[in-house]
């Protein structure tokens, strides 16, 4: 199987770096050739449900590497692939260059947000096998876990500080750390 490497990005580095940090819905997506026409690249629509981070549009269009134009199907390991109707939990960087918005770490800024039958909602860290994540020093990278975001407790949830601090609230408490992996 064929993988990309990147540099590992813990949880506070994530938040520090973003732009803005969404919770929402995936309601479209379209591929097309890049301007250089060297290039599949993927737009994912987001219907944004909570903004956590920075200030953003009630929709927002990610762009990622990979997609399928007519016969030809570019899969780009590594880097974020969205399917239409999933809700996401997305660190997201803007492009200096053109404005554009991507996942900030590859894979490791995307979460699927799912609810379990005791209703318990997950955002459930999308790195697989195409991203080999490695620290500065060459180390294998923790493996991401999924993380509670919400539950039927009271006073459960994300919440987002000026400071780019980022709190996972768990059955009334409020603790720093590292909030959707390991790090």
Avoid: N
Avoid at 38 to 44: D, G, K, M, P, S
Avoid at 57 to 74: L, N, Q, Y
Avoid at 153 to 158: A, D, I, L, R
Wanted: proline residues 5%; glycine residues 10%; hydrophobic residues 40%.
């Amino acid at each position: 199987a064929m993988a990309s490497t990147f540099i590992h990005m813990s949880p506070a580095e994530l938040v520090a770096q973003a732009d803005s940090m969404v919770q929402g819905r995936v309601v479209q997506l379209d591929s097309f050739w890049s301007e250089s026409g060297r290039l599949i690249v993927t737009e994912a629509t987001i219907e944004v449900e909570e903004t956590l981070i920075g200030t953003v549009p009630a929709t927002v269009t990610v762009r990622t590497f990979g997609g399928e134009v007519g016969d030809i199907k570019v899969e780009a390991p590594g880097f974020p692939r969205f399917e239409k109707g999933e809700r996401v939990l997305l660190y997201l960087k803007r492009e200096p260059a053109d404005g554009t918005l991507r996942v900030l770490g590859y894979q490791q800024g995307h979460f699927r947000v799912v609810t379990r039958r005791d209703g318990v909602t997950l955002a459930v860290p999308m790195v697989d096998d195409g991203a080999r994540l490695l620290s500065l020093d060459g180390r294998p990278a923790p493996e991401a876990r999924s993380v509670e975001i919400e539950s039927d407790e009271p006073g459960t949830g994300v919440v987002a500080e000026r400071g780019k601090t980022v709190f996972l609230r768990i059955r009334g408490s409020l603790r720093r750390g590292d909030v959707f992996m390991d790090s």
